[in-house]
């Protein structure tokens, strides 16, 4: 089982920027693919970023697209959210996730991961 630790959240003002991190415990952290998913009070848990074993791709939720931006540090084991431009609805609890796996494609924005942190809030006040 892999442990996964998430980091840096926090309170933000709207517009304004944060980065999440999320540090893991597996010793090949590069075959696994990591997600970052979210969920805001009453609401679901939903995707929100994604990025495959070796960083070489990424996918986004339609709500995040091109004021998100995932990445990974393979030597470091870590992967980050930076997040922009936040609105009161990116409010949630951000979680990470991870999958041992060398696909990549659509399938790594659904729920397939079988490792989660414990979470994160995020609150973005407006």
């Known amino acids: 089982q892999v442990q996964l630790v998430e980091s840096g959240g926090g309170l933000v003002p709207a517009g304004g920027s944060l980065t999440v991190s999320c540090t893991s415990s597996?010793?090949?952290?590069?075959?696994?693919?990591m997600g970052w998913f979210r969920q805001a009070p009453g609401k679901e848990r939903e995707f929100v970023a994604a990025i495959d074993g070796s960083g070489a791709n990424t996918y986004y939720s339609d709500s995040v697209k091109g004021r998100f931006t995932i990445s990974r540090d393979n030597a470091k084991n870590t992967a980050d959210l930076q997040m922009n431009s936040l609105k009161p609805e990116d409010t949630a609890n951000y979680y990470c996730a991870a999958k041992r796996t060398y696909h990549t494609g659509p399938q790594l924005k659904t729920p397939m991961y079988d490792n989660w942190g414990q979470g994160i809030w995020v609150t973005v006040n407006s």
């Open positions: 597996a010793r090949t952290f590069s075959s696994y693919a």
